[in-house]
């Protein structure tokens, strides 16, 4: 009886449900980092900068939902594994806008959150192993999504941009493509 009437109410609530609260995506999300320390020779820091392929994931949960524009909250982490490579882990603010007649989802994000980069360390005595840094970092993206179905948008292109917070920390930048599904 108990289950039969908490489908019932379930069932006529849903339509005052707000549609839509979460969405998860998964993207291609290469990465440029620059002055990523790569050891010490000669009382010199070491920099380099490189391109990594990767891959990124994240949830977004709308908190104010309304009908030409949407402030969301986002989580997202990328990787590129092996050396050279970068790992994030962010969260941030994310304003979207779904302009009339447009299928387009434009939107702008301001995240922080976390920065790992690994390079080939160039220390002598420790030449060929891995250097890595862990930092708190920020980032501002930039993007379109294109709806392709009412629950999932294709994100045609993200630009990024971001640095460590720490002074003469490495700078990164990434462009992402994927998909977003609604829920």
């Given at each position: ?65 309304l009908h030409l ?37 434009p939107y702008i ?75």
């Amino acid at each position: 009886m108990a289950k039969s009437l908490f489908t019932a109410i379930l069932f006529l609530l849903a339509p005052a449900l707000p549609a839509q609260v979460l969405s998860a995506y998964i993207t291609y999300s290469p990465i440029h980092a620059s002055s990523v320390q790569t050891g010490v020779v000669g009382g010199q820091t070491q920099s380099t900068s490189f391109w990594a392929s990767g891959v990124g994931g994240g949830l977004t949960l709308n908190i104010l939902p309304l009908h030409l524009i949407n402030l969301r909250l986002d989580l997202r982490g990328s990787t590129a594994p092996g050396t050279p490579g970068a790992t994030t882990g962010l969260a941030g603010i994310k304003l979207s806008v779904h302009p009339p007649l447009l299928r387009l989802r434009p939107y702008i994000q301001a995240s922080g959150g976390y920065l790992g980069t690994r390079s080939v360390n160039v220390t002598p005595g420790a030449a060929g192993s891995t250097f890595s840094h862990h930092d708190g970092a920020w980032e501002i993206l930039g993007g379109i999504d294109y709806p392709v179905m009412p629950f999932i948008d294709f994100r045609a292109i993200e630009f990024g941009g971001g640095r460590a917070v720490i002074s003469n920390g490495p700078s990164f930048f990434t462009i992402n493509t994927g998909l977003v599904v609604h829920f």
